[in-house]
């Protein structure tokens, strides 16, 4: 039997998760044929991988210029996009006209109008669409969905869901090309998109007005100099002043790193390690939203980027009891340590309270690598050979374009000051 072909456009930190998992766990029955980036820096590091660490043939390597050559040349059966969050609208629908399906990494795309040529595009053609909310696979995540969905809790009316991002991760979004709104979305739709799916998965409903407040409090250089710091600089490489900046990141010494991004500057123009404490940043990095679901219930959510743990704690209150999480994660920077270190637990707690009793924990087994061995069950789901799954957690683009709404109606009604309805941005 052929081997199922796929082609990947994006080779950053985000894309080996993929094609590593496809060259090893799944290379008797899949490869990657071709890749497709800016940078053949980039494509030439993730064939080395290919190649000396997985012994499997290279992949074709083409500039993004000629992606539909790719498609044309490759016929591949999947195309993977891990690109640019800005960039995921057009690959994806290039992909789907084509003929082809996608498998695309969050956000889906970053704002209302790429969201609605997607769904447009997805009904022409009828091709598949699938997005990867590892964070779904996580047990304990998958646990809360399981507590919800037999009742356990009864009804829920209300959720309080905060999110931390620690000075070593959060800082990191501040540095990269998520700095910039109109690559990124901001957190609440690059980042917050995995929360925001997380309770549209744990409560099976979806959002339907959003009311957000949000500023940049801590990060840039207003900020810097309010607190007293006087020494700004460019970029971390070849700064005097980075030096002494805990906030600043070392590219030279870690080989990932420098493979990826250092070395590959010339031909990509992407400075991966820029100050946070630049006057240049159009993102929050303080973040608080109210939204109102389908099915009545209503969350309290915040998201801080500046925090001295990473994290979050989120609590549900039904007919029945409330239940309180609370999940310390181990700080990572992406493409800079050990993937298996991405989401892994350093501390965590499921806790049930019933409406008449004592309180009692609920127990949870975590597996091994990514996201307490979750990005593995994922992977599994998408490159290998899935089981019949109770919870559903597989995300099609349906719950993909749900999961931005929130964000991207938090965005507007930041601008606005006022609350936002999901039904006036999109139709389905």
């Known amino acids: 039997m052929a081997k199922k072909k796929y082609v990947q456009v994006g080779t950053g930190g985000r894309a080996r998760m993929y094609y590593e998992a496809v060259s090893t766990t799944y290379k008797d029955n899949a490869q990657i044929a071709a890749f497709c980036d800016i940078s053949q820096t980039r494509m030439n590091y993730a064939n080395r991988l290919l190649k000396d660490e997985y012994r499997v043939p290279e992949a074709k390597t083409y500039n993004y210029t000629n992606f539909?050559?790719?498609?044309?040349?490759?016929?591949?059966?999947?195309?993977?996009?891990?690109?640019?969050?800005?960039?995921?609208?057009?690959?994806?629908i290039r992909s789907m006209e084509k003929g082809y399906d996608v498998i695309t990494e969050k956000p889906i795309t970053i704002d209302e109008k790429k969201a609605q040529s997607i769904l447009d595009c997805q009904k022409r053609t009828g091709?598949?669409?699938?997005?990867?909310?590892?964070y779904r696979y996580a047990p304990h995540n998958t646990k809360i969905r399981e507590i919800i969905m037999d009742g356990l809790l009864?009804?829920?009316?209300?959720?309080?869901?905060?999110?931390?991002?620690?000075?070593?991760?959060?800082?990191?979004?501040?540095?990269?090309?998520?700095?910039?709104?109109?690559?990124?979305?901001g957190l609440l739709v690059h980042k917050s998109t995995h929360h925001f799916d997380l309770v549209n998965f744990w409560l099976g409903t979806v959002p339907e007005t959003v009311f957000a407040m949000?500023?940049?409090?801590?990060?840039?250089?207003?900020?810097?100099?309010?607190?007293?710091?006087?020494?700004?600089?460019?970029?971390?490489?070849?700064?005097?002043?980075?030096?002494?900046?805990?906030?600043?990141?070392?590219?030279?010494?870690n080989e990932t790193m420098k493979s990826l991004y250092l070395d590959a500057e010339n031909d990509s123009g992407y400075i991966r390690d820029r100050s946070v404490f630049s006057d240049e940043i159009s993102i929050e990095d303080t973040m608080g939203l109210l939204i109102r679901y389908r099915n009545n219930a209503i969350m309290t959510y915040s998201l801080n980027a500046y925090m001295p743990w990473e994290g979050y704690n989120v609590v549900f209150n039904g007919?029945?009891?409330?239940?309180?999480?609370?999940?310390?994660?181990?700080?990572?920077?992406?493409?800079?340590?050990?993937?298996?270190?991405?989401?892994?637990?350093?501390?965590?707690?499921?806790?049930?309270w019933p409406m008449f009793g004592n309180q009692y924990d609920i127990e949870f087994t975590e597996g091994k690598g990514g996201h307490g061995g979750?990005?593995?069950?994922?992977?599994?789901?998408?490159?290998?050979?899935?089981?019949?799954?109770r919870f559903?957690?597989?995300?099609?683009?349906?719950?993909g374009v749900y999961s931005i709404l929130t964000g991207i109606a938090g965005n507007k009604s930041i601008a606005s000051g006022e609350p936002v309805k999901i039904k006036d941005m999109i139709t389905f």
């Open 68 to 92: 539909d050559k790719m498609l044309d040349e490759i016929k591949p059966d999947t195309v993977i996009v891990t690109s640019v969050d800005r960039t995921h609208h057009d690959y994806i």
């Open 127 to 134: 091709k598949k669409l699938r997005v990867t909310f590892n």
């Open 154 to 185: 009864g009804d829920v009316f209300s959720v309080h869901f905060e999110w931390l991002l620690d000075t070593y991760h959060g800082a990191d979004y501040f540095r990269r090309w998520h700095r910039n709104k109109l690559n990124s979305g």
């Open 214 to 253: 949000g500023d940049l409090n801590f990060y840039g250089m207003k900020n810097a100099e309010k607190r007293g710091i006087k020494d700004f600089y460019y970029r971390c490489y070849g700064s005097e002043a980075a030096k002494k900046d805990p906030f600043a990141i070392d590219m030279e010494n």
């Open 319 to 352: 007919s029945k009891g409330r239940l309180e999480v609370s999940v310390k994660e181990k700080a990572y920077i992406n493409a800079g340590g050990e993937k298996s270190e991405e989401g892994a637990l350093s501390q965590k707690s499921i806790v049930f």
């Open 374 to 389: 979750g990005d593995n069950v994922m992977l599994n789901d998408i490159f290998g050979e899935p089981k019949e799954d």
């Open 392 to 399: 559903k957690r597989a995300a099609s683009h349906i719950d």
